[in-house]
């Protein structure tokens, strides 16, 4: 009889031990299952999170880009076509403010007779030339018509001359291209603002030059 209670006994704890670890494992199970959703959940947010990141990494890198190309752009303009560009912003000539190219005209294409404004054949093809580029783009511009020259002759001269070469393109432009007056201006920059070395008569060639800006 004794024996018998002995083993009863056994079998009671026993059954209570698998009682008891069957509990703890669903509890345990319960406990750690939400904790697991939660640690889903935690990660999905935190690949979403990485992803709008990279996003936003991509988004800055493409921005830094196209600043650093913009950069590169008004790096590579002319000072006289920033001050061109100037000029027309401060007047409200322009309705977006822009420099769209500049054209050089140099002592080759122009061929001004010696202390000359009037315009040789060939000058007047290349401004057909250019006027026809202008119809064919279709787009409302401003074009500053800037007249330079090299540094023989005193700097009053040298600026009268000058001014004198960009009025004839201008009215050229106007009078057989059918550009508007109120399209374009012009300057005269004299010898202020040299390309080549003046002295070298390649570079005093380079610096007798009309130069055409086109702003919009």
Same mark, same amino acid.
């Given at each position: 009889?004794?024996?018998? !209670?002995?083993?009863?006994?056994?079998?009671?704890?026993?059954?209570?031990?698998?009682?008891?670890?069957?509990?703890?494992?669903?509890?345990?199970?319960?406990?750690?299952?939400?904790? #697991? *959703?939660?640690?889903?959940?935690?990660?999905? =947010?935190?690949?979403?999170?990485?992803? #709008?990141?990279?996003?936003?990494?991509?988004?800055?890198?493409?921005?830094?880009?196209?600043? !650093?190309?913009?950069?590169?752009?008004?790096? /590579?303009? !002319?000072?006289?076509?920033?001050?061109?560009?100037?000029?027309? $912003?401060?007047? &409200?000539? %322009?309705?977006? /403010?822009? %420099?769209?190219?500049?054209?050089?005209?140099?002592?080759? +294409?122009?061929?001004? &007779?010696?202390?000359?404004?009037?315009?040789?054949?060939?000058? *007047?093809?290349?401004?057909?030339?250019?006027?026809?580029?202008?119809?064919?783009?279709? =787009? $409302?511009?401003?074009?500053?018509?800037?007249?330079?020259?090299?540094?023989? #002759?005193?700097?009053?001269?040298?600026?009268? %001359?000058?001014?004198? =070469?960009?009025?004839?393109?201008?009215?050229?432009?106007?009078?057989?291209?059918?550009?508007? %007056?109120?399209?374009?201006?012009?300057? &005269?920059? /004299?010898?202020?603002?040299?390309?080549?070395? $003046?002295? +070298?008569?390649?570079?005093?060639?380079? $610096?007798?030059?009309?130069?055409?800006?086109?702003?919009?």
């Amino acid at each position: 009889m004794k024996k018998l !209670s002995i083993a009863l006994a056994a079998v009671a704890v026993a059954t209570a031990g698998c009682a008891t670890k069957t509990y703890v494992h669903e509890y345990v199970d319960g406990q750690v299952a939400p904790h #697991g *959703k939660r640690m889903d959940v935690i990660e999905s =947010r935190v690949a979403v999170n990485e992803a #709008g990141i990279k996003a936003l990494t991509e988004r800055a890198e493409r921005a830094e880009a196209a600043l !650093s190309d913009q950069s590169g752009r008004i790096e /590579g303009v !002319s000072r006289t076509a920033q001050d061109a560009l100037e000029r027309a $912003n401060a007047a &409200g000539k %322009l309705a977006e /403010g822009k %420099l769209a190219y500049e054209v050089v005209l140099s002592d080759d +294409t122009l061929r001004f &007779g010696l202390h000359s404004a009037e315009l040789s054949e060939a000058a *007047k093809q290349r401004l057909v030339a250019f006027a026809d580029q202008l119809k064919a783009e279709n =787009r $409302n511009v401003y074009i500053e018509i800037q007249g330079h020259t090299d540094s023989t #002759g005193n700097e009053a001269y040298n600026r009268k %001359l000058s001014q004198a =070469r960009a009025e004839s393109v201008k009215e050229y432009l106007n009078m057989n291209c059918g550009v508007p %007056l109120h399209r374009m201006a012009t300057i &005269g920059y /004299g010898e202020s603002a040299p390309m080549a070395d $003046n002295k +070298t008569r390649a570079g005093r060639i380079e $610096n007798r030059r009309v130069v055409l800006v086109v702003l919009h």
